[in-house]
């Protein structure tokens, strides 16, 4: 027992000590670090989308462009590069996440059949019984959205040299 009670003490066991609030969690993600030329002060890529895809006679995909929205420290400039060139941008800049908003979106893509529930409550398709039997005269009746829902964020960032701004935050560990 006096073993046992060493140990606890040792580990600092069965002890009062002084509470302590902790800390908030520091956020922190990766940005990609664009240069027009080599030698040049870079600047965090905050954006990007697609510009324009350059296609063969037969449809083929051959080239695609991509208009990338580059913090700088005087501001925000756009650049048009091929994919090549952005997928292979390996240089990263950290960032400190100082305030996240998040908002959820909705969008109707249209209306289907609400699913058909048996008497003990499984769904299944109109078509099909619950025994997978084929059913051609059972219809689901009631027509609902076809919905999907998203939560949109939108994140502060902080740069080392303590430059903020406001991005969308898919754009965040990219």
Do not use: C
């Not at 990609?32 to 995909?61: C, F, L, Q, W």
């Not at 941008?89 to 908002?103: A, F, L, N, S, Y």
Request: aromatic letters at 8%.
């Amino acid at each position: 027992m006096v073993k046992t009670n060493e140990m606890r003490a040792e580990m600092g066991l069965g002890e009062w000590k002084s509470f302590e609030e902790t800390q908030d969690r520091k956020h922190t993600a990766w940005l990609k670090v664009y240069r027009e030329n080599p030698m040049d002060e870079g600047g965090v890529i905050v954006g990007s989308r697609e510009n324009k895809i350059t296609r063969d006679a037969k449809g083929y995909i051959l080239n695609t462009l991509y208009q990338i929205d580059v913090l700088f420290k005087d501001g925000v400039k756009q650049f048009v590069i091929p994919q090549v060139e952005f997928g292979s941008i390996t240089d990263r800049e950290m960032v400190d996440i100082i305030e996240m908003k998040k908002e959820k979106k909705v969008k109707v893509h249209g209306k289907v059949r609400k699913s058909v529930k048996d008497k003990e409550g499984y769904s299944y398709s109109p078509l099909t019984s619950s025994d997978g039997s084929i059913n051609q005269d059972k219809k689901g009746d009631e027509w609902v959205e076809l919905r999907e829902v998203r939560d949109e964020i939108t994140v502060t960032i902080k740069r080392a040299d303590g430059q903020t701004h406001r991005m969308n935050g898919k754009y965040l560990n990219s």
